[in-house]
């Protein structure tokens, strides 16, 4: 883990939850293990620690003997000094087509999303991918073997371009994982600009709604 990681927020300034929760699904019809976040619901009280995260992380991945690990910590915005984002993948490491310039990019969006939705820690799980997972009816993810290496794996489907990310108020109260969407645009900064209409989507498969961005309770 990299050194010098602080806490940012007191319990005693963190925003309050009003209002009901939205019972949504994030896999099938069928599904209603997953509570959807959306601001006008108010700030979440409840979250899980980053030990918590990094165990949940490692199974996910299915190395229980490898520990997760942050592999990067983005330089501190002048526009946003309050915002901190953590990789818990090395992204810009897993392909030659991943610049740095795209990772600043990257940040660049999900630090102004943070400051908008009033959190001060992101950790990016993953960088800008355009794939998702399918689902049985149930709401289980679907799987398959990999005949090469023997492992488990998700059975993924194509999607537009977005970040799989945690949101919080500090490393050991994250709130809400979701993920952000986001239209490459050669105008833009960076060459890429985040999704605010759902219009701009263009592939969103039969169990999802079309939206600029989705975020769940942990």
Known sequence: MLAGITTLRTP??????????????RFGPSDKSWIV????????????????LFARLQRKRGKLDEEVEFQREAPV??????VKIFWAENW???SSEVTMDRVRGTEKILREEAHRLGFQVVIVRSGVHNETNQYAEDGTVLTYV???TGRTRNLVAE???????????DLDHIVV?????????TKASFNMRIVRNASDRKIVQPWRQPVASEYWYL
Do not use: C, F, N
Not at 12 to 25: A, C, I, N, Y
Not at 77 to 82: A, G, I, K, V, W
Not at 159 to 169: A, E, K, V
């Open 12 to 25: 005693g300034l963190w925003p309050k939850r009003t209002g009901d929760l939205e019972v949504g699904s």
């Open 37 to 52: 976040w959306k601001p006008e619901d108010g700030y979440p009280t409840r979250g899980i620690t980053l030990e918590r």
């Open 77 to 82: 915005s002048p526009d946003y000094p309050e």
């Open 92 to 94: 810009a490491g897993r």
């Open 146 to 148: 990999d005949q090469r």
């Open 159 to 169: 999607d537009d371009p977005h970040m799989t990310i945690y949101l919080g108020y």
């Open 177 to 185: 994982q979701g993920h952000v969407y986001i239209v490459w645009d």
